[in-house]
Every structure is written in C-alpha cells, then in structure tokens.
C-alpha cells in the first residue's frame, strides 16, 4: 500500500475482521439461545462487510501499483524518445 494510513487501515480491518470471526465462532457455539443466534447473524454480516471491504482495498492498491507502473514505463520510453531525438539531430548537424 502507498500511504501508511491505507496499510494502518489494512490491518486495522484485518484484525478487526479476525475479532468478529472469533466472535461468531464463540455466537455459534452458545447458538441454542434467541439473542445468541441473533448477534452470530450480526457477527456474520459484519464479517462479510469486512472481508469485501478489504477486497476493495487491496483491488484499489493493485490499479494503483499497475498504474504506477505504467506511467514510469511511460516517462522511461520518453526519455528515451528524447535522447534518440538528440542523437539524430547530432548526427545531422
């Protein structure tokens, strides 16, 4: 990730992903009463949220990376431009 702030946040969603997993598994497991089933639900869809949340964010830092790349490719093969341009104007001088 480019920014510490986007791998903070990363991470931050990780574990915080890894927490309401745990949660579940422990909902789950005392799943015999109302309110338990009831808040292994809320785990569950929470869960799902981050997991798709930290799909984007990794989906987000793959465009940026490529991107990047691209645009170096780019200022690389103009560079290059340019000193052929020069050669060939050296030479017919």
Do not use: W
Not at 3 to 8: L, N, P, S, V
Not at 13 to 41: I, N, V
Not at 76 to 88: Q, S, V
């Amino acid at each position: 990730m480019r920014f510490y702030g986007q791998q903070r946040l990363f991470e931050l969603t990780t574990s915080e992903l890894e927490r309401y997993r745990e949660k579940t598994r422990e909902l789950d497991y005392c799943a015999e009463r109302p309110e338990k089933r009831l808040l292994a639900e809320e785990c569950r869809e929470m869960v799902t949220e981050l997991e798709q949340r930290k799909n984007r964010m990794l989906a987000s830092a793959i465009r940026r990376r490529q991107r990047e790349e691209i645009e170096h490719a780019l200022d690389e093969a103009e560079i290059d431009a340019e000193e052929i341009i020069r050669e060939l104007e050296g030479e017919s001088a």
